[in-house]
């Protein structure tokens, strides 16, 4: 004897009354006051003449609305099928379909909806799942092979018409250096293996008379800077201005301050432009660009404003490309009345299956190799209740010289969130933990000015403590910060934990990253666990993605081109591949889909790139 539990689901005992016979009742059984119970039980009556093989079978289980029983979706869904399955047009070629043993579209609805048997539903899913990725391949590739096709620059890098102009860095007799001799004297370091590498595949797109459509992936502190300063320094020398765009003003004016002292001792005159600057600043800034004067201009959002123009704008780079859209990436590339190259960089390293369909129609650049003398990070989880040890340990560090970071989640007290909230922190640690020291502040409501007054304090070391939020999260540089303490750190994600890791280690010494966390899900052990692990940042990716899914990690601007009805990122990577190679091998044979076969081709693809377009630009 069982208990079938049903709550707040009255109508149910009506129905029941109504059945004469018996019935079939599947659901989680638990044990109960009076004994077993089943609660939230699907059911349905048996009658008389019933075959007792249509109880014994795989059934659906559909997402429901409020007031639709499983019954009623299932009884639909089953009619849809009888009377449409075999009138839904096969657009999959025949010779494609033999090729890697797919059945036909109707057949795989069927089995989907009301499968024969589990082997034939996972048969019919395969295919299903192809499909998806193969349309999603083929429009990518497509859109790729077009930009191919557009008529760009092709930048004479190996014998720049536009020789160095001087400067303190180049001797009178060395003003016909190469573009790569010119690097290793720019450059106070030796580039890694990865980055000349890159910087490589860059100049040869560079070479190229269409225009570069690249994305370069490193990890934090793999010197992404640097491969994108070879770019620039190529385009400039060849005659062209150079724009970078980065998503905050602190990473803007980073940017600007590290490329000025690269780039003026060669003669190269470096402008910023962002939304804080004074009118007579933002006026000079505009007229460097427009008249060319400033080969390279470095800004926000502010370059892509009306008003903005360039003299002769031959390469765009784009930091941390993931915060910006894709119409924001277009509004640069449209500053110049050629197609200019466009770079874009992401220290958040993306799985391969993401790139493969969120940037499906990029080129791929990965830097995987720190700089030589970097020593990894060494992280640990803490308690709540180890906050005494930690501060300890800050101390200790703060007495050899160094600096701190602590990051929390919230900028003042919330009752709706019980979490650690910057402002009371900074408060803490200023009145009662370290009075004796110079204790900042940063968060996203200061205002511009005052927090670069922050940011520059604690650069010269007058600051030997930064209370902040996220706002940290990218583009702060300062080698003498070893410690980064994380408050709260479950309410973080994977990858926000490892870019905030990021901030320290920049320099000769030892850092560490404390994580101080009474982990309440296993989701957020797990996360933590991990952090403690490794320090790979495209291993990280890879757990993050298993854990909070693609539609999470692509972010609202991109993630239409994660969402899939069928197909599964993280288990379907094997179909993903085999999907995008076909894809590439019909563009192969047949680059405009002309031939009669492929005439469903070419309409299923343009739906898709209108699709991603419309998803893309949400």
Known sequence: VIDLVWFNQHWIGKELQKVKGEIIAYGMVKEGRRGLEMHSVEWEAIDDDDDAEDFARIVPVYGLKEGVPQWAMRQ??????????????????????????????????????MPESERARLDARRRLVFEEFFYLQLALQMMKRETAQEVGIAFPIDDPPVQPTGGSLFAENDKHSTIEEEVCRMLPYELTGAQQRVVSEIWADMKRGAPMNRLVQGDVGSGK?????????????????????????ILAEQHFLGL????????????????KQTAQQKRKALQQAASGEAQICIGTHALIQEGVEFHKLGLAVIDEQHRFGVMQRA?????????????????????????????????????????????????????????????QGVRKMIDEGRQAYFVCPMIADSPKMQAQAAEDLHYRLKEEVYPDLE?????????????????????????????????????????????????????FGLSQLHQLRGRVGRGDHQSFCILISDAQTPDAEQRLSIMQRTSDGF?????????????????????????????????????LEIARQAAMDILDEDPDLERPEHRALLDRAKEQRSSLALATVS
């Not at 062209?240 to 765009?245: D, G, H, R």
């Not at 391969?352 to 990070?377: H, N, Q, W």
Request: hydrophobic share 45%; charged share 25%; net charge neutral.
């Open 225 to 249: 800077t640097a491969a994108a300063a070879c770019a620039i320094l190529a385009a400039v020398r060849c005659g062209y201005q150079a724009a970078m765009m980065a998503p905050t003003e």
């Open 439 to 491: 204790i900042g502040l940063l968060h996203g409501q200061m205002k511009g000015v005052e927090k670069e007054e922050i940011m520059e304090r604690f650069r010269k070391g007058e600051i030997q403590i930064l209370v902040a939020t996220v706002v940290i999260e990218v583009g702060i540089d300062v080698p003498n910060a070893t410690v980064m303490v994380i408050e709260d750190a479950f309410r």
């Open 331 to 391: 509004a640069l590339r449209q500053k110049s009345d050629t197609h200019p190259d466009v770079l874009v960089m992401t220290a958040t390293p993306i799985p391969r299956t993401l790139t493969m369909t969120i940037y499906g129609d990029l080129s791929v650049s990965v830097i995987d190799e720190l700089p030589p003398g970097r020593k990894p990070i060494k992280t640990h989880w803490k308690r709540a209740n180890e906050r005494a040890k930690v501060y």
């Open 539 to 575: 291993e990280i990716a890879e757990e993050d993605l298993k854990i909070r899914g693609p539609g999470d990690m692509a972010g609202t601007r991109q993630s239409g081109r994660a969402e899939f009805l069928v197909a599964d990122l993280i288990n379907d990577q094997k179909q």
């Open 260 to 275: 000025k002292k690269l780039f003026e001792p060669m003669g190269i005159t470096v402008a910023l432009l962002v939304g």
């Open 76 to 113: 639909a869904a089953a009619s849809a099928i009888e009377y449409f399955a075999s009138q839904v047009p096969e657009s999959l070629p025949d010779s494609l379909r033999k090729a890697h043993r797919l059945n036909q579209v109707g057949w795989c609805l069927r089995q989907m909806h």
